[in-house]
């Protein structure tokens, strides 16, 4: 079956604490985060990744989708090239 990239996406998300007191170190900057999964799309507004897929009718589905706005990509590795 048809398979679409499978990639690791590195970016930067919003940082929050339930904490009282503030620690410049702690929370004045992004959380790094990676995201694994199926590369939907990717474009100038940003990258779709999925990371769960299932078999309908020999197609691959997809779901469980994150949505990652291009400004917060630091880099998108490719782990495993897609196949047709």
Known sequence: MKSPAFVEVEWDDANSSATDVFDESIHH???????????????????????????????WAYRGTTFVPRALIRKIVTLRKSTS
């Open 29 to 59: 900057k992004p959380e790094v985060i990676y995201t694994r999964g199926w590369l939907q799309k990717s474009d100038q507004a940003g990258a779709s990744v999925c990371n769960e897929r299932y078999d309908v009718n020999g197609k």
